[in-house]
């Protein structure tokens, strides 16, 4: 196991506006507050989505788009730095109006409704690097 002990620092929290993409507006948030690691959590409604599976045999992000209003039920994210800019890692859980669930990595391409979001930043830095054998962007520990 490996780990590193990082301290919070402060908090933001506010509203991201209509229309942007999400994934997008949660970076920008991050590198206009100077987060070089740090926590996401949020809720709110998309007009569509864009979420992805990781295939572990496949050893890539199969997309699932969903092209109707959706309120998100969850979204959490760690936020660190790759190749010298804030990369938000998020996952989110969807609704649908019959209480169907979707969820999985949050895909650009996802456009805001209301999002309502908590950033802790943290003091430090976290970098993430590219590991071959998973074929994924991990935490250097």
Request: aromatic letters at 8%.
């Amino acid at each position: 196991m490996h780990s590193q002990e990082l301290k919070a620092a402060q908090t933001f929290m506010g509203r991201l506006a209509p229309g942007q993409d999400l994934l997008e507006a949660l970076g920008g948030l991050c590198a206009t507050n100077g987060v070089t690691f740090g926590l996401i959590k949020g809720i709110g409604a998309v007009k569509n989505a864009v979420i992805g599976y990781f295939d572990q045999d496949a050893g890539h992000y199969i997309e699932n788009r969903i092209d109707h209003p959706l309120e998100i039920v969850a979204l959490n994210a760690n936020v660190s730095m790759r190749q010298g800019e804030p990369f938000v890692h998020a996952h989110i859980a969807l609704g649908d109006r019959d209480g169907r669930l979707y969820g999985g990595h949050l895909l650009p391409g996802t456009t805001i409704f209301v999002f309502e979001y908590a950033l802790t930043k943290g003091e430090g830095m976290l970098e993430r690097k590219h590991d071959d054998t998973l074929n994924l962007d991990l935490w250097e520990v």
